[in-house]
């Protein structure tokens, strides 16, 4: 076995390709985020090839720590991305207790469960938003509206009619402003990943011991206290994985955010980059370069935590 | 006793009501977007119409007119089919390697091809855009998607395959490098028979990722290689405008990755958890 070479010879491709893909947008990006950059400019024509004589510095890195949407995009990424992971998680534990008892048609359950991962961005986030929540030709508007009639009804109602006379008109909420499609965004998120951890979280409730449940449940430990103690430290490893994994597609959510808020000032450090680089190459760069350091922070932690459970 | 009886009799009519209704609220929203795709424009935002309606398919018969659906369609079919193959084929041999001939860095390597997973796209967009528009002059084609597509779910389909191969007795490998058989008739006459059904999901889950992939085929297309989530985000705009002739294009963007997917649920979870979970 001590012949390497073939070995090597078979990953060289695959570890080449990653590497050239990883590491010369990447420095372009690093380079970039050091020199005055911008597409147009009628003033400084200089700026709008990339080139050495326009050194910038730290200055992009400057400008963008003063910009106020930088620490709001930062805030709001690591809001929605903390979000949805608290949701799919707390969700997907309660849903996949409840679906991994056996009763009639579970099967159909299962997919009609697992079937919104399968969405694709684009289409969740023009579903939701136009069919779903909008407020006025949406179910959401609709449901509001026929609320109203109802109550408005029930005013003229003889005994009771007091009673409904002090509730107000509802009105529908517009997910299209700064904080509201930021809740929309982790709403559509939710529902697209939530199945995503019930079906991880299924798969390992199944191969939990049994015998351990039923000896506790001899003892009279209730069900609360089994699932407590027993069952959630069982499900330690494939939470974390969750997390995991969700954290390494969430970060990037792009679509979504896109679809929902464009223009709207909801926005993540992705859609961020993507609103410098419209004119400001250089910001948007700097920009580029914060986010790969908070990807990295998140990486290290991330693969620390579970990395070494994956290789056993 | 009685009361534990009557507790379990009461949730065995419960569990069931509650186990359904989770499953049907999570699977309304897909099942409202087909729906509203039966009904004209006009009924769609007529909550006259919101149960009631005459349906009709004319929302899926205009839909080349309309959204020129067909072209894109391909588009997906082209791109993702070819770079899944081409994921498969470096992806094998490299997992091959790294799951019968360790070395005391494959795990490292490992670990950091995952790593690359984590690089945010957008670092690199406007590198990406410069490349492959001024130096390269291959934006906008079916090549370019299909090189970045492959790229980006490289590191999952390695770690997918490299946690099936791994499945596979050490024994069996050496058997056949015993008797002589080549590297490459190893890979094709044991390996591959024998990781038949974990290539197959990997090949079917890197399908699944590259069809809803929605940064790189956004941003490096415009028309002639777009693909259909370019088609759907492009055509967001006309907020309420025509919900119906949406919802049918909707419809057929994502019907066929939902049918997949249900077939391959099972194997999903052993794929996505790189084996970590059982």
């Known amino acids: 076995m001590a012949d390497r070479t073939l070995p090597r010879i078979l990953q060289t491709p695959a570890v080449l390709l990653l590497l050239i893909w990883m590491l010369v947008p990447l420095s372009m990006t690093l380079y970039f985020s050091f020199i005055r950059y911008v597409l147009n400019s009628s003033i400084r ?96 508007g609709i449901a509001v509206g026929g609320l109203n009639i109802l109550i408005d009804g029930l005013r003229d109602f003889p005994v009771l009619g007091w009673f409904f006379n002090l509730w107000p008109q509802i009105e529908p909420i517009s997910f299209r ?26 798969t390992s409730l199944q191969s939990e011991d049994e015998s351990q449940k039923e000896a506790a449940t001899l003892d009279g430990a209730s069900p609360w206290s089994q699932f407590i103690n027993l069952t959630v430290p069982h499900l330690a490893r ?62 290290i932690f991330l693969l620390r935590m579970v990395g070494k459970s994956l290789m056993d | 006793m009685a009361t534990v009886a009557q507790q379990s009799k009461l949730s065995s009519i419960l569990w069931p009501v509650a186990a359904w209704s989770i499953g049907l609220i999570f699977f309304f929203p897909i099942f409202w977007l087909v729906f509203t795709s039966l009904k004209t424009d006009q009924d769609a935002v007529n909550p006259e119409h919101l149960f009631f309606f005459t349906p009709t398919l004319d929302n899926y018969t205009n839909m080349t007119q309309n959204y020129d659906y067909w072209k894109f369609a391909m588009n997906s079919v082209i791109t993702s089919g070819f770079a899944t193959l081409f994921a498969l084929i470096v992806g094998v041999p490299a997992a091959y390697a790294m799951a019968f001939d360790p070395s005391r860095h494959t795990k490292d390597i490992l670990m950091w091809m995952l790593s690359t997973k984590m690089l945010p796209a957008a670092a690199v967009l406007y590198p990406m855009t410069f490349l492959t528009k001024n130096t390269l002059g291959i934006f906008d084609t079916h090549f370019l998607v299909i090189l970045v597509l492959c790229l980006v779910n490289l590191p999952i389909v390695i770690w997918m395959l490299f ?6 007795p050490k024994e069996i490998i050496e058997a056949g490098k015993m008797d002589g058989v080549s590297t490459w008739g190893e890979i094709k006459d044991i390996l591959i ?85 059982k």
């Not at chain 2, 946690?163 to 596979?168: A, G, L, N, P, S």
């Not at chain 2, 309420?240 to 994502?254: H, K, Q, W």
């Open chain 2, 193 to 277: 028979p024998l990781a038949w059904g974990g290539i197959a999901s990997t090949a079917l889950l890197t399908f699944i990722f590259c069809w809803n992939e929605a940064y790189w085929t956004v941003r490096l297309t415009t028309f002639n290689a777009s693909t259909l989530s370019t088609l759907i985000e492009g055509n967001r705009a006309p907020e309420g405008l025509f919900f119906g002739r949406l919802s049918a294009v909707s419809t057929a963007a994502i019907a066929p990755i939902v049918v997949l997917g249900w077939f391959c649920q099972k194997q999903l979870v052993a794929g996505l958890t790189f084996g970590a979970v």
């Open chain 2, 163 to 168: 946690t099936y191969f791994k499945e596979i």
């Open chain 1, 45 to 140: 024509p200089e700026w709008t090839k990339p080139a050495l004589s326009n050194w910038r510095g730290f200055g992009n890195y400057e400008y963008v720590l003063n910009a106020k949407d930088f620490w709001f995009a930062i805030q709001n990424s690591v809001f929605i991305v903390a979000s949805i992971l608290v949701l799919t998680v707390v969700l997907g534990l309660g849903i996949a207790v409840l679906v991994n008892k056996s009763f009639p048609g579970r099967g159909i359950v299962r997919v009609l469960l697992i079937s919104p991962f399968f969405v694709m961005p684009a289409v969740n986030g023009v579903l939701w938003i136009n069919m779903i929540l909008d407020p006025v030709l949406g179910l959401q």
């Open chain 1, 177 to 202: 402003a700064t904080q509201t499609s930021a809740y929309a965004v982790i709403m559509m998120v939710t529902w697209q990943w939530t199945p995503f951890a019930v079906l991880i979280f299924m």
């Open chain 1, 238 to 299: 494939p939470i974390a994985i969750v997390i995991m994994i969700q954290s390494i597609f969430h970060l990037s959510l792009y679509a979504e955010i896109e679809i929902v808020s464009r223009g709207n000032g909801n926005k993540n450090l992705p859609y961020l980059i993507g609103e410098f680089a419209n004119n400001n190459i250089g910001a948007a760069s700097a920009t580029g370069i914060f986010a790969v350091i908070l990807a990295n922070i998140i990486a």
